[in-house]
């Protein structure tokens, strides 16, 4: 059994290197570790539970198909997070609009926002998927919550993480002190501290892109694909090796582990959706833990973290990962 530091243990001690620190973040943060805690027990038991594969029946916001477990696990979100009196509202990629306090809970003063299920199309043949979250200061002086009071950019984030749900269950966290990583111990209950200072290579010979859609493709990021592939035989004289796990979660987490570059570029075949994943979710907190990490998060032409969003559910383009590819992709951009 490994004996390590637990996430309480690291959580509370950066609070102490914090000495205005009211104790607030550190329960919040508590209380999101208990979501992830329940939701990885769900996605454990697979089949062996009734009602958590398949589909719901009913679409979000997007227009995507809910699995019956992104909602279970938006619920386990909502109800581990509202009680404590640390959030003023919470948002959530399920949800069509913010999520108020409970009146008989007293309300705090940060913001959380959450994929609670991230790659759920993997949940029903058994791959990876996580939970995506990310932790905002609620506006001085705001009593109730709305969507514009979450509209902040991610340079404002307090904590971005997420869980991968894979043979091991694992937390990645930033609080803009570096990368900390952490495996559930499931026989003691706690995520104990596996891979401090977690740190992503400059440089990778891996991509993962979803190449169906390369016919939609802006002209920077066909470029840099077609070099990809071309390997040896192409400008770039390296051979490259590809992986699309579809699931953000573990994309990250492989880059995290030893680099490489992830893109979900813009895409043309609809102007409302420069994108496919969301900028307050899914882009912003994986932005905060890869620039952590010593990697770049852009949309190819403009860094992620800068973005003012303008709305809960915008959809951006994304390009992360290994420094000196992710600079590559951007000056692709700029000669375009
Ligand atoms: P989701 O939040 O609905 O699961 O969608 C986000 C996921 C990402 O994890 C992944 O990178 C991408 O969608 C996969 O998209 P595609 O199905 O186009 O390969
Ligand atoms: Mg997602």
Same mark, same amino acid.
């Given at each position: 059994?490994?004996?390590? =530091?637990?996430?309480? #243990?690291?959580?509370? *001690? ?8 009211? /104790?607030?973040? &550190?329960? +919040? ?118 969507? =514009?009071?979450?509209? #902040?950019?991610?340079? *404002? ?8 749900? /894979?043979?091991? &269950?694992? +937390? ?84 995290l582990t030893r680099g490489g570059i992830f893109m979900y570029p813009k895409d043309t075949r609809d102007p409302s959706k420069p994108g496919k994943l969301r900028l307050m979710y899914e882009a912003n907190p994986m932005g905060f833990i890869v620039e952590q990490a010593g990697g770049i998060c852009s949309t190819g032409r403009e860094r992620i973290m800068e973005i003012q969003p303008n709305g809960l559910h915008q959809r951006v383009p994304v390009i992360l ?16």
């Open positions: 059994m490994h004996t390590g =530091e637990t996430i309480t #243990q690291f959580i509370i *001690e950066e609070q102490r290197n914090s000495p205005s620190a009211s /104790g607030d973040f &550190t329960a +919040l943060l508590n209380d999101v570790v208990v979501a992830c805690k329940a939701i990885a027990n769900c996605v454990q038991q697979g089949a062996l539970v009734g009602g958590v594969l398949g589909s719901a029946g009913s679409e979000n916001i997007q227009g995507e198909t809910q699995k019956k477990l992104d909602i279970l696990s938006n619920d386990i979100f909502l109800k581990a997070n509202q009680w404590g009196g640390h959030l003023a509202a919470m948002a959530s990629e399920e949800m069509d609009d913010v999520y108020p306090i409970p009146p008989q809970y007293p309300k705090g003063k940060y913001l959380l926002t959450f994929d609670p299920l991230d790659g759920s199309s993997n949940i029903d043949i058994n791959l990876s998927v996580g939970s995506i979250f990310s932790i905002l200061r609620c506006p001085e002086g705001v009593e109730d919550a709305k969507a =514009e009071d979450f509209l #902040q950019p991610g340079t *404002e984030q307090v904590c971005g993480g997420f869980t991968l749900y /894979g043979p091991s &269950t694992m +937390l990645v966290l930033t609080t803009g002190n570096g990368v900390n990583g952490f495996t559930l111990d499931h026989n003691v209950g706690e995520f104990i501290l596996t891979h401090p200072n977690m740190t992503i290579p400059e440089d990778t010979a891996e991509f993962a892109i979803n190449m169906s859609n390369q016919r939609h493709w802006e002209e920077p990021m066909k470029r840099y694909v077609d070099e990809c592939i071309a390997g040896t035989s192409g400008d770039r004289d390296k051979d490259f090796n590809m992986r699309w796990v579809a699931s953000m979660v573990a994309e990250v987490y492989r880059i990962g290994s420094k000196n590819e992710v600079e590559r992709v951007i000056s692709y951009h700029k000669d375009a």
